[in-house]
């Protein structure tokens, strides 16, 4: 498993990442097995959200509940976690009020004294940075977050945060899979007039982030679009699969290693955040963390998939 650690901190992680938005109903032997799976193949950093569950941290205390970590145990795992996006509305709060309720409704779920990174959501536009900097403040330095970043924010959302807090933002958690690669590829055909995939809709987010040390940690690195399913095996993507099952043949790996190489192999030094739930699929996909794809191999998948290479 390929590790790096995390910008301005001694946070090593593996860049590929179990997400756990869908184990509120997993028992805890299946939660246990999913995790110990994760473990197994070199994935020591799991991913979730206040709002992930049936209720509020319902996620964060399911898996605290299962795993009853001692604390070498959770020493031992990189536990990051997401605030800002209300389901009333919904909405989204940025207060520092809501950051710092978040957060200690993360704490007890979990069962941790600490969290080592918390994430930003989805932007609000009602954000006060200030705010925000007083809240990641007063959690720095009780030692309850250990660093900070961003979900599906803009550069300038990105920039006008950082003028205002002190700590760096060390990710910022995009969707990205081979077939819903805007942020990649707008740059490849960048001046191409006429054509739709030349439009630039996220303000250069993929050098922005390489730029300033952020870690990309593609989500719904599977999906065809949002939430539309998977294109693993889908039959609207009969050429795309083509390519990747001969290549997983050729590597003598599963297909779902190839698409995680597709992301992993990119040199912003991405995190590949996986949403399965069955074991499988994890192992399956933690192959791809050091899946040596050429530059042949992988424009062929990216030209495989409707993207335009001119």
Known sequence: ??????????????????????????????????????????????????????????????FAEAMNLSSSERAELTIQTKCGIVRDGPSFDFSYEHIIESVHGSLAALGTDYIDVLLLHRPDTLMEPEE???????????????AFGVSNHTPGQVDLLRRYVSQPLVANQLQLSITHANLIAQGVAANM?????????????????????????????????FFTGSFLGSPEYPELNAVIDRLAATYDMPAIA???????????????????TTPERVAGAA??????????????????????VP
Request: aromatic share 6%.
């Open 1 to 62: 498993m390929k590790t790096f650690t995390l910008t301005g901190t001694d946070i090593v992680v593996p860049n590929v990442v179990l997400g756990l938005m869908r184990i509120q109903d997993k028992s805890d032997e299946e939660v246990r097995t999913l995790v110990r799976t994760a473990r197994d193949a070199g994935i020591d950093f799991v991913d979730h959200a206040d709002i992930y569950g049936a209720e509020l941290h319902g996620c964060e205390r399911r």
């Open 132 to 146: 925000v900097a007083r809240a990641f403040d007063e959690l720095a330095s009780a030692g309850k977050v250990r």
């Open 193 to 225: 007039g006429g054509l739709d995939q030349s439009v630039d809709r996220d303000g250069g987010l993929l050098e922005h982030c390489r730029l300033h040390d952020m870690t990309i940690q593609a989500w719904s690195p599977f999906q065809a679009g």
């Open 258 to 276: 190839v698409a995680t190489a597709w992301i992993t192999r990119h040199p912003a030094q991405m995190q590949v955040v996986l949403g399965t």
């Open 287 to 308: 192959q791809g963390s050091e899946l040596p794809l050429t530059r042949a191999e992988w424009y062929e998948i990216f030209r495989a998939a409707g993207h335009t």
